[in-house]
């Protein structure tokens, strides 16, 4: 299977994204508009603890207006740089991506917050094929070179 897609009309997104992080075994690489999910930042700590590698690019603004965010994040455990958007103050790092042993994407409208969870109707989309694992390994990497180290920015 090359793509699939999970709607929170369905189901849990959380669910999937849990499953499919726990099953890695070397590498994540997220950019997230909005996380405020502490489920979700359990599945990476874990990841951590099992020795896979992490990193997190967050849009500056919605790091600095989420208290729960900033919790999530406090300590320093989880290596996460925040980012503007283009045109710097007032734009967005907009992106919702995360790259899964340099194998697999996950994207789609879902935010990972405890709204997309549970209020919003939002969608995941998995992709398998090398090609968009590439680019999107290609815009992580730009994206995550340009951004600040959280308290740097």
């Known amino acids: 299977m090359t793509s ?3 709607f929170t009309r369905a189901g849990s997104v959380a669910e999937v994204i849990e499953r499919l992080v726990q099953a890695t075994s070397t590498s994540v690489d997220a950019a997230l508009y909005r996380f405020n999910s502490a489920r979700l930042a359990c ?3 874990d990841a951590l603890r099992r020795g896979v590698s992490l ?3 967050l849009d500056h603004g919605k790091y600095e207006e989420s208290p729960a965010t900033r919790q999530l994040l406090a300590g320093g455990r989880i290596p996460c740089r925040l980012l503007r958007g283009r ?3 007032g734009s967005k790092m907009h992106h919702k991506f995360v790259i899964l042993d340099a194998r697999m994407v996950l994207t789609g409208s879902y935010n990972w917050t405890v709204e997309s969870e549970e209020l ?3 969608n995941l989309v998995v992709l398998r094929d090398s090609q968009s694992v590439r680019n999107y390994a290609q ?3 730009a994206l995550w070179a340009e951004a600040a180290e959280v ?3």
């Open 151 to 153: 308290g740097q920015s």
């Open 4 to 6: 699939e897609v999970v």
């Open 120 to 122: 919003n109707y939002e």
């Open 87 to 89: 045109q710097g103050p």
């Open 55 to 57: 990193r997190l690019v």
């Open 139 to 141: 815009e992580f990497e």
């Open 43 to 45: 599945v990476l700590e």
